[in-house]
T-cell receptor
Framework: AQSVTQPDIHITVSEGASLELRCNYS??????LFWYVQSPGQGLQLLLK??????LVQGIKGFEAEFKRSQSSFNLRKPSVHWSDAAEYFC??????????????FGKGTKLSVKP | EAGVTQFPSHSVIEKGQTVTLRCDPI?????LYWYRRVMGKEIKFLLH????????ESGMPNNRFLAERTGGTYSTLKVQPAELEDSGVYFC??????????????FGPGTRLTVT
């Protein structure tokens, strides 16, 4: 079955430090991959997406992610974290098997705390 | 442009009662999705509308859940009768209709449902 694994439930980094959030997926076809962020009281906001092509994708707010097919991974990175980046981050796979289109399969999320 | 809105933001009901959640998608978005996050678990797909038609309702937990999208605009999700395990955050998302556009989903802030 298709699945997404985010192995880190909670990560704390210092402001200005680099960040990498891990995501591994299990999917039978070429995956459509996404990272979403949810700040307190807000809905999920799309950070970036990968459908095909260049495996390094740039997103909003200075985030990037790299698709590595050999490792079934799509890790999210940011070179310098800001206090406003504290939020919960979700990795997702777009389920395009069968007749349905658009359903997202999510990981459990990683909560990011930022120390001053 | 207004985003996806959901009402209410929080609902507390007793077991056995009925609750109706509402979602207003972004104007012009044919696709409307419902997802649910039970505490500590991943966000899970419930169902997908294309305009007023149910495209996929494979994620609906049981027949106590009824979703409608009359006229292809807003959607309601009714839980009747509610059980304790229905507690969680219910997210609505919408997207454009075609191909990979359908995966770029805009999420509402969610409705937190607490069943006591």
């Amino acid at each position: 079955a298709q699945s997404v694994t985010q192995p880190d439930i909670h990560i704390t980094v210092s402001e200005g430090a680099s960040l990498e959030l891990r995501c591994n997926y299990s999917y039978g076809a070429t995956p459509y991959l996404f990272w979403y962020v949810q700040s307190p009281g807000q809905g999920l906001q799309l950070l970036l997406k990968y459908f095909s092509g260049d495996t390094l994708v740039q997103g909003i707010k200075g985030f990037e992610a790299e698709f590595k097919r050999s490792q079934s991974s799509f890790n999210l990175r940011k070179p310098s974290v800001h206090w406003s980046d504290a939020a919960e981050y979700f990795c997702a796979v777009g389920d395009h098997y069968g007749g349905s289109q658009g359903n997202l399969i999510f990981g459990k999320g990683t909560k990011l705390s930022v120390k001053p | 442009e207004a985003g996806v809105t959901q009402f209410p933001s929080h609902s507390v009901i007793e077991k056995g009662q009925t609750v109706t959640l509402r979602c207003d998608p972004i104007s012009g978005h044919d696709n409307l999705y419902w997802y649910r996050r039970v505490m500590g678990k991943e966000i899970k797909f419930l169902l997908h509308f294309v305009k007023e038609s149910k495209q996929d309702e494979s994620g609906m937990p049981n027949n106590r859940f009824l979703a409608e999208r009359t006229g292809g605009t807003y959607s309601t999700l009714k839980v009747q009768p509610a059980e304790l395990e229905d507690s969680g955050v219910y997210f609505c998302a919408s997207s454009q209709k075609w191909a990979t556009d359908s995966y770029e989903q805009y999420f509402g802030p969610g409705t937190r449902l607490t069943v006591t």
